[in-house]
């Protein structure tokens, strides 16, 4: 796999929503109807992560596409403060993960995109709804470990999972 990652512009906006709609379907019909709902993310939200300079681009060198995206950000994240049925195994500064998604087309994006955030942070973090069942066997299967149970913003669930370098 021949990949580059790149902070996120405002040209990849167009691209960047095509790819939430192809992981909004992916979700839908892997058992996921509810994570992605109304929209999310929203065009205003993802301009906004790429002003911030957090939102991220996977560029396919083959054909220079952008197949994946997604958001690092340095915590500490407020909605991780609280977790419940578990516990976060460490205080380490980290970063989390945010809305990793691809179009499909290439294998193998979720362990890229976690081997190139570790090089900027040793500790991550990572949440996904209880029905993604793809994304917390891709987490787990990348070295991430469940730690209990977050809330977002609106106050739905989530299964927490942190993967720090510095505990192996």
């Known amino acids: 796999m021949s990949m580059i990652i790149r902070k ?7 691209r960047l929503m095509q790819i939430f709609a192809i992981a ?9 109807p509810n994570q992605w709902i109304n929209g999310y993310p929203q065009e205003e939200l993802i301009k906004n992560e790429i002003e911030q300079g957090h939102c991220f681009v996977c560029i396919n060198n083959d054909d220079g596409m952008v197949v994946a995206t997604f958001c690092l950000i340095q915590g500490p994240d407020p909605t991780y403060s609280y977790i419940e049925d578990g516990a976060w195994p460490d ?9 990793l998604a691809s179009d499909g087309t290439v294998k193998g994006i979720t362990g890229f995109c976690i081997d190139w955030c570790q090089q900027i ?3 991550l973090r990572a949440d996904t709804h ?3 069942k793809v994304m917390q066997h891709l987490l787990e299967k990348n070295g991430f470990v469940k730690c209990g149970i977050i809330y977002v913003a609106n106050g739905t669930p989530r299964i927490a999972y942190q993967k ?3 505990n192996k």
């Open 24 to 32: 909004r379907e992916f979700m839908k019909s892997s058992g996921n």
């Open 8 to 14: 996120a512009v405002p040209t990849d906006i167009d």
């Open 164 to 166: 720090n370098l510095m």
């Open 121 to 123: 942070s040793p500790c």
């Open 91 to 99: 205080k380490e500064p980290y970063y989390v993960i945010h809305r």
């Open 130 to 132: 209880h029905d993604n």
